[in-house]
């Protein structure tokens, strides 16, 4: 009966932790859209506007999270597909961004590169949901091969500091955002093999994770909204 309680009550604080985030993601979406906005030249390839449409794909993934630990949204073959390649657009959307940053230069190069890397992860998701199928399992292969453009981004934000570039948001303080959320998704994926399971892809240890990601994006939107005087 005591488990049972203690898993009820990370169910609903998985929840509560959820809507936070989508609020604080959906904060940074109009932080980040008004500055595109607010340009007096406005491109696709803005790094407001891309990182717009990112964290838009982050609430998106957040939502169907809580659809699918609350059994509203049956979870089919393919919600996970969707779910999973929206998580490879993210993704792609920060290598871009990156690659912009680091190769401001060569265009045609960053396009191959982006283009390649999402048609062979696509093709893994296909041949990994073929064989094996499991949610929960899919999902910690693919955190966990996303790590390391994770830390390259993570590093990037850093980069633009102290190299005293893209003044129009705080590069520092989204540096240390991101650096939270990296260290919440590797605690995520041994939370996924440590807990017990209380629905969709989550265990009764998730809420831990989310806890870290809040401030993570706190201080994200501190930075998103400040700009930088060099």
Same mark, same amino acid.
């Given at each position: 009966?005591?488990?049972?309680?203690?898993?009820?009550?990370?169910?609903?604080?998985?929840?509560?932790?959820?809507?936070?985030?989508?609020?604080?993601?959906?904060?940074?979406?109009?932080?980040?859209?008004?500055?595109?906005?607010?340009?007096?030249?406005?491109?696709?390839?803005?790094?407001?506007?891309?990182?717009?449409?990112?964290?838009?794909?982050?609430?998106?993934?957040?939502?169907?999270?809580?659809?699918?630990?609350?059994?509203?949204?049956?979870?089919?073959?393919?919600?996970?597909?969707?779910?999973?390649?929206?998580?490879?657009?993210?993704?792609?959307?920060?290598?871009?961004?990156?690659?912009?940053?680091?190769?401001?230069?060569?265009?045609?190069?960053?396009?191959?590169?982006?283009?390649?890397?999402?048609?062979?992860?696509?093709?893994?998701?296909?041949?990994?949901?073929?064989?094996?199928?499991?949610?929960?399992? *899919?999902?910690?292969? +693919?955190?966990? #091969? =996303?790590? &390391? @453009?994770?830390?390259? %981004? $993570?590093?990037?934000?850093?980069?633009?500091?102290?190299?005293?570039?893209?003044?129009?948001?705080?590069?520092?303080?989204?540096?240390?955002?991101?650096?939270?959320?990296?260290?919440?998704?590797? *605690?995520?994926?041994? +939370?996924?093999? #440590? =807990?017990? &399971? @209380?629905?969709?892809? %989550? $265990?009764?240890?998730?809420?831990?994770?989310?806890?870290?990601?809040?401030?993570?994006?706190?201080?994200?939107?501190?930075?998103?909204?400040?700009?930088?005087?060099?």
């Amino acid at each position: 009966m005591e488990v049972i309680k203690i898993q009820i009550i990370a169910y609903w604080a998985l929840i509560s932790e959820y809507l936070i985030i989508i609020g604080i993601q959906s904060c940074i979406v109009f932080i980040l859209f008004r500055k595109w906005f607010q340009s007096t030249h406005r491109y696709f390839s803005d790094l407001p506007f891309i990182m717009a449409i990112s964290f838009a794909f982050f609430i998106y993934d957040r939502i169907d999270s809580i659809l699918g630990l609350t059994g509203i949204m049956p979870i089919t073959a393919v919600s996970q597909l969707i779910n999973l390649i929206g998580f490879i657009i993210i993704t792609c959307i920060n290598l871009l961004i990156m690659l912009i940053i680091w190769l401001p230069e060569r265009k045609t190069l960053r396009s191959t590169f982006i283009i390649t890397w999402f048609v062979l992860w696509f093709i893994l998701i296909i041949v990994f949901m073929s064989t094996i199928g499991s949610p929960d399992t *899919l999902h910690s292969v +693919l955190f966990m #091969m =996303g790590l &390391p @453009i994770i830390l390259l %981004f $993570t590093i990037t934000w850093y980069f633009c500091y102290f190299q005293k570039r893209l003044s129009v948001i705080n590069p520092l303080l989204v540096g240390i955002g991101f650096t939270g959320y990296f260290i919440g998704i590797i *605690l995520r994926v041994f +939370l996924s093999l #440590m =807990g017990t &399971p @209380i629905g969709y892809v %989550f $265990t009764d240890l998730h809420w831990i994770a989310a806890m870290i990601d809040i401030p993570s994006f706190i201080i994200m939107l501190l930075g998103f909204s400040k700009e930088m005087s060099y």
